[in-house]
């Protein structure tokens, strides 16, 4: 990758909503080295002021001139916009990090969660993809299981809350059930469907194959960053009326036999992942807001096939599925 | 089977429960013949009054007289209640439809879903048992596939409602969503833990194996409804803060390849079964309440095994899930 200077300028483009707010706060609780910091928008929130290390930053508007004397920006953009902006910064020299899906697949691009496969950053490299949020808490379980057992086959299915569709849907969830508290016509913009007490088996649009784009995004994407790419994992998304976290029950057969209690010490020391190991005492999406880890609980013995392991693995999707794992690629490059 | 009147005298035990009093409903949308109805309860209840077929029916105490004279006896009644009083109406002469789980896994009593396995019972069978909610919406979809193609693996994921869980829950989802808006201190008794705007990954109690009983209710029940003892099959079951009917991500592996034309065909057809062919015009929890049918969407070939299917499973767990059920199993004893 290229060399990112010790003390860098860093950016925020899409700074102003649910990930890029993200990203400023977890860039200041973790003390990022940043000898100053550009916070980019849309118009709309231009002159908007926040604070960033006891300063005042204004926000400016996202254009092809923002990014003159920037070393890393971190995008919190829309896929469309990513795919303007990001060639942009990479001309005016910043290493690009983007949370859209628009470089992700692309094979000369790194997707990165930093437990897992931060080697695939090569000298040179210019964007690296941060993840879908389903993806990045699942994929750092998975790759401790396959790396004691092998991973044979995968099924998921999602418990994801509306953050993962902005604020606007934080709003929508919090309007509809004051309205069906009022008996008053349930409004609806964010999802397609009513979300107050009713779970949405839908998650971006539909493939022509029946499954939503969500879902092979969790598919594609984990077998990019495990390296595996005939990784047979299969997953059904689906919206929860819940503000944070993902939840994810999750089936893997292994390849080999397994020891559980291997399983539980493996997962419970690898970095970024907390493990509740008593059956009773397992992680929800209430607890696991505004946390760093994922949380794995849940974890048995599943004796439906011959190597057989279920559990219940839950993150904060703004954080951990997005900014969080954003900064901490950030931190390793300018690690060095 | 006993030979049950064509115009019997029907007991609802229970009778003032979320399930027993949809026993009611349902018997009298459905136009039961019965000549007389009893309706018992708790002594809290005695002297409730409730109509039925425009006569007015006054619950009585539920006591070891109260099946004299009774033809059907449906139990709506917890596990330990349903120990008591169904061994005392069997001896008064009543042929006894159990919702408890009490009876449900002893090999001498059958357990019934009509669709699938009316033929269970058996010349001088009094005591059949109603299966538990998640197994119920989901062992006919199963069984049809399992003709087609035959059952070698199923992966359930549930989203059940509170309901499930009796009218303290129902309370309790609207007493705790209220109190986060007004920022008052949450109350909890229904749940282990908050259920607004939360999941909780646990119903019911856990066994050593670390799965819960409700878990395990889904694959006893389905091996032995299905009739297939060494069925390999698993489940995570998940509460989620919506008021009525259970939703199940369901993941099925067959031994022979299919048509998912065939398969969609004869779930259409199978009785009981309403099935959504286009993708995006699933079934959801909040639609499905107050209907009578298993609803069945986003049903896609699964390419992570090589004869997969992936679907997602919704019926009123209060109605299909128990009321429904168990009158159906006692319309068919009637109709002889």
Known sequence: ???VKKNPVIAIAGATGLVGSEMLNVLEQRKVPCSELKLLASKDSVGEVYKFNEQEVEVEALSAESFDGVDIALFATSAELSSIHVPAAVSAGAVCIDNSSYFRMKPEVPLVVPEVNFDA???GDMIIANPNCSTIQLVPVLDVIHKIAGLRH?????????????KAALDELWGQTLAVFNQQEVPQEAFQHQIAFNCIPQIDVFLDNGFTKEEFKIINESRKILGIADLRITATAVRVPVFFSHAESVFVETEKP?????????????PGIAVRAAHDEYPMQL????????HVGRLRRDESVENGLSMWVVADNVRKGAALNAVQIAERLIAG
């Open 154 to 166: 995968v099924v998921v299915s999602t418990y994801q809350s509306v953050s993962g569709a902005g």
């Open 287 to 294: 607890e696991a807001a505004s946390t760093d880890e994922i």
């Open 1 to 3: 990758m290229k060399k």
């Open 258 to 270: 397994f020891d559980l209690s291997d399983i539980i010490k493996r997962l419970s020391k690898a």
């Open 121 to 123: 950053i090569k000298d």
